[in-house]
């Protein structure tokens, strides 16, 4: 059953010029393992990579109903990919919901379905 239904869309230059500004905004929205990820990549990328799951999270919290904030902070929620590539939304551990991530060329946008059975 789906309980819950986010999209979230951010502009890829707002989050270059907040990334380039200081590290705190990557490491606040990024949970440790998806940091490891975005260091993996080289900067066009990276963007693409941090504004999508800033996207995604800010998506996730919309289909929760609970915005960002204490009951939802973006170190509870994490974004992880099966061996297929097919990411999957974690919220403090567990497997919760489906993701989609899309990005252009000047934004990056998610779309969050949490469901229970």
Same mark, same amino acid.
């Given at each position: 059953?789906i309980t819950?239904i986010?999209l979230?869309?951010?502009?890829?230059?707002? @989050?270059?010029?907040?990334?380039?500004?200081?590290?705190?905004f990557?490491?606040?929205v990024?949970?440790?393992?998806?940091?490891?990820?975005?260091l993996l990549?080289?900067?066009?990328?990276q963007?693409?990579f941090?504004?999508?799951r800033?996207?995604?999270?800010?998506?996730?919290?919309k289909a929760?109903g609970?915005g @960002?904030?204490?009951?939802c902070?973006f170190?509870d929620?994490e @974004?992880?990919?099966d061996?297929?590539?097919?990411?999957?939304?974690?919220f403090?551990g567990l497997?919760?919901g489906?993701?989609s991530?899309?990005?252009s060329?000047?934004?990056?946008a998610?779309?969050?379905?949490l469901?229970?059975?």
């Amino acid at each position: 059953m789906i309980t819950g239904i986010g999209l979230d869309i951010v502009e890829l230059g707002r @989050i270059r010029m907040l990334d380039e500004k200081s590290p705190k905004f990557r490491k606040r929205v990024l949970t440790e393992h998806e940091l490891d990820q975005y260091l993996l990549l080289k900067n066009k990328r990276q963007t693409e990579f941090l504004a999508g799951r800033f996207a995604a999270k800010e998506a996730f919290a919309k289909a929760k109903g609970t915005g @960002i904030g204490a009951a939802c902070a973006f170190q509870d929620m994490e @974004i992880r990919k099966d061996s297929n590539g097919k990411p999957s939304m974690y919220f403090r551990g567990l497997e919760c919901g489906l993701v989609s991530i899309t990005h252009s060329k000047e934004f990056a946008a998610a779309q969050v379905v949490l469901q229970t059975e």
